[in-house]
């Protein structure tokens, strides 16, 4: 009898190992537990309070990279940032982890990626298409335009002059805060001139909207507004947005805040990153609330602390720790290192006045030149 005889072909998949096991094995070792934490930790709403020199751009950078090798299309994340050099970096880093499937990722900065919105959907939304973005000294020349055009420049008064009604607009934009309590708050000598700043405000307002202009604060309003009054566009924009991660978090104003509500609102998948301890930009309308009422924004969020310092000694980290833990309200948080270095005890120098503050400084760059320290090993930080 005549038979015919099949060989089975061996079964690649048994022998090849899982590419998801590779992976994660390879986040491994390069993560510290926490971090690792915060890579892996895709759904839901995260809040990451990450301490000083802790790994925070490292953090984002391989969790974009895990969601790229996990699947997800690049053009699916959105990486909001403070700066556009930290968006370059961290894009660039991510790239190396995986490949340049990186490149696609949605984001940058607020501004960037709200202007990159609007002039997508302009015609939806009412705006002219060929709208032109103010820079800051051209919202301060329109502005100055505006005053004198109100009969507000009379030198006989002693009104603001246009970087201080720029800032006073703008604050009361980013804080969302009557421009009379702006002023009360932060320029209580221009208090007499409340009815005309609003005045002046709301005219500068139909400036731009007469001659198709937006200022950099626009850009956040006018995306706002977008997803407020056009609730199946925003809902479109959201729907392509599966995974929103937002560095430096305390840093961002309420507009801010309430776009990354938006962004996440159908997936509702969001990551946001930064310190309590760190918000240095209240001066621009930055609310560090936002980080702390982030559990409360998003009740059911997973919080991770990254405490384990990668720059610092333990005897600086020691005074930090003291230093933060005054706060009323804050993350409890311990920062610590594995670095074994010896270095001399930081030291707390109170001074009674800025004269004596210079002063101090400059006898005690004095005295480490004779003890043999070189000048280009000092740093005086203001």
């Not at 421009?179 to 001139?193: C, K, S």
């Not at 005219?203 to 706002?224: G, P």
């Not at 602390?305 to 930090?320: P, V």
């Amino acid at each position: 009898m005549k038979t015919r005889t099949f060989a089975l072909k061996p079964d690649a998949s048994a022998d090849k190992p899982n590419e998801k096991v590779l992976s994660l094995e390879k986040y491994r070792q390069e993560l510290n537990e926490a971090q690792l934490e915060a890579v892996t930790t895709t759904e839901g709403a995260v809040l990451v309070v990450a301490g000083a020199g802790t790994g925070k751009t490292k953090t984002l950078t391989y969790r974009v990279g895990y969601l790229v090798e996990s699947g997800v299309p690049a053009s699916e994340i959105l990486l909001l940032t403070f700066t556009r050099r930290a968006a370059q970096e961290m894009l660039m880093r991510a790239a190396a982890i995986c490949d340049s499937r990186c490149g696609q990722i949605q984001g940058g900065t607020f501004h960037s990626f709200a202007h990159r919105l609007l002039r997508q959907n302009a015609a939806h939304i009412g705006l002219a298409e060929n709208f032109t973005v103010l820079d800051q000294d051209d919202a301060e020349d329109t502005i100055d335009l505006v005053r004198t055009a109100l009969g507000f420049n009379r030198k006989d008064k002693r009104f603001p002059k246009k970087q201080t009604l720029g800032k006073i607009i703008g604050t009361a934009t980013n804080k969302q805060m009557p421009i009379e309590l702006v002023l009360a708050d932060a320029y209580p000598h221009f208090e007499q001139f409340a009815g005309e700043v609003e005045h002046l405000a709301a005219a500068y307002r139909d400036y731009k909207r007469a001659n198709a202009l937006l200022d950099y604060d626009d850009l956040l309003t006018e995306l706002r507004d977008l997803f407020l009054n056009y609730p199946d566009l925003g809902n479109r924009i959201s729907s392509s947005l599966r995974y929103v991660m937002v560095d430096e978090y305390q840093d961002t104003n309420l507009v801010q805040a309430e776009l990354v509500r938006h962004f996440s609102s159908v997936h509702q998948n969001v990551m946001a990153v930064g310190d309590d301890a760190q918000s240095i930009y209240a001066f621009r309308g930055a609310n560090y609330r936002n980080i702390l009422d982030f559990p409360n924004q998003y009740p059911d969020c997973t919080l991770i602390k990254l405490e384990e310092n990668h720059r610092s000694t333990e005897k600086i980290l020691n005074l930090t720790n003291f230093v933060i833990n005054q706060a009323k309200e804050k993350f409890t948080k311990h920062l610590f290192t594995r670095r074994v270095v010896e270095t001399d005890y930081p030291a707390i120098v109170s001074a009674p006045d800025e004269r004596f503050q210079s002063r101090f400084i400059a006898q005690r760059i004095l005295e480490l030149r004779e003890e043999g320290v070189p000048l280009r090993e000092m740093a005086v930080l203001m």
